[in-house]
């Protein structure tokens, strides 16, 4: 296992001041964070000029990118076009992980279902990975349903954001059993009423998540997914040093 952070840790910077942002924290591995909205990179791009797309993906500062966590708006076959882009550009980038968003809470599940297999089938053709990731309000905020999907869907991952099964429930446990399909992993320190509070505030066991992907031998990345705050006495800099010096004291033990 390594430490990354994922470039949505600076959503309000251009690429470029993000990553150097990220290098100057000493971290080695991002996650970029693709949507239309984002000042880092876009589905259009990826779509539109894919030799810039690759340019923004090699030019890291020598940061590894780990994956993408892609926010697709488009519907229909042009959903699937615009994804297919996306596995070319981590196939020449040599990008392991494709993070999507599942559909909302209220999505029919055989429908959830096809259109996982869909990106499934199209991701092997590239050599690259598909999670879906957990989020509060989407078909991955159960559990269950996480874990009859993957179990439908062979060869789809789960980028796993704790934080999100813990709002409500600070000492849920119900997500242990999703260990086996994780692809991905993002972190923050978390309380059942916060998504996101100071770190050592919340109340997030990061030395029992690392435990538990151990036993599965999972050697992928830890991502720091901390946002900024407009709270003026939160060091936003200093929160994404000490989860990661933190990580990184648990990764070695």
Do not use: W
């Not at 499934?120 to 559990?143: C, F, Q």
């Amino acid at each position: 296992m390594f430490v990354a952070a994922t470039t949505q840790c600076y959503p309000d910077l251009p690429f470029d001041q993000a990553i150097e942002k990220l290098a100057h924290l000493e971290f080695s591995h991002i996650d970029i964070h693709v949507s239309e909205d984002s000042n880092h990179l876009k589905p259009s791009q990826i779509v539109n000029d894919p030799q810039q797309a690759l340019a923004i993906c090699l030019g890291t500062r020598r940061l590894i990118v780990t994956g993408l966590s892609l926010h697709i708006s488009e519907t229909g076959d042009a959903y699937f076009d615009t994804f297919t882009k996306c596995c070319e550009l981590a196939k020449a980038a040599k990008i392991v992980t494709l993070t999507v968003e599942s559909g909302e809470q209220g999505t029919p599940f055989n429908e959830e279902v096809e259109r996982y297999k869909s990106l499934v089938k199209i991701a092997e053709k590239h050599g690259v990975r598909v999670a879906m990731r957990t989020r509060e309000g989407n078909l991955s905020a159960d559990p269950d349903t996480v874990s009859v999907i993957c179990g439908h869907v062979k060869g789809l991952g789960l980028s796993l954001d704790p934080s999100h099964y813990m709002l409500g429930n600070a000492e849920t446990t119900a997500y242990d059993k999703l260990m086996q399909y994780v692809h991905n992993v993002y972190l923050r320190d978390s309380t059942a009423e916060k998504l996101q509070v100071r770190v050592g505030q919340g109340v997030v066991d990061y030395g029992r998540i690392i435990s538990q992907l151990r036993s599965t031998k999972y050697q992928r990345a830890l991502c720091v997914d901390i946002q900024p705050t407009d709270d003026p006495e939160i060091d936003h800099d200093g929160e994404l040093r000490k989860l990661r010096l933190l990580l990184e004291s648990l990764v070695l033990v």
